[in-house]
């Protein structure tokens, strides 16, 4: 599985993005599908993930009520929507594929990254 990121950019504390993972090569739908974060300093940290084939999402209490995932199967295509941004959503963001689980748990695939810097 291919996974291509996009989306980043610069926006203003309380604003949105939309962030897109295009995928090849498989069915998104097959599986458990995610997005992490990297801030700069600190580690990957899990953001939000759907569930394979059900599409219940779940979320990291530091965005819960905030982004939204979701995929649209037809255009092999994952999403994050990213509302009210605070200067701490600023970090390098992932999408990834977890093939062995029906939960995002170890993404054995990985999309590129896109940056997203949060200004006050």
């Known amino acids: 599985v291919q996974l291509q990121a996009s989306g980043g950019g610069l926006v203003q504390a309380g604003g949105s993005l939309r962030l897109s993972c295009a995928a090849s090569?498989?069915?998104?739908?097959?599986?458990?599908m995610g997005w992490f974060r990297q801030a700069p300093g600190k580690d990957r940290e899990f953001v939000a993930g759907?569930?394979?084939?059900?599409?219940?999402?779940y979320y990291a209490d530091s965005v819960k009520g905030r982004f939204t995932i979701s995929r649209d199967n037809a255009k092999n295509t994952v999403y994050l929507q990213m509302n009210s941004l605070k200067l701490e959503d600023t970090a390098v963001y992932y999408c990834?594929?977890?093939?062995?689980?029906?939960?995002?748990?170890?993404?054995?695939?990985w999309g590129q990254g896109t940056l997203v810097t949060v200004s006050s």
């Open positions: 990834a594929v977890d093939s062995r689980s029906i939960v995002v748990r170890t993404p054995d695939y």
């Open positions: 090569g498989r069915a998104i739908s097959t599986y458990a």
């Open positions: 759907i569930i394979r084939s059900i599409d219940t999402t």
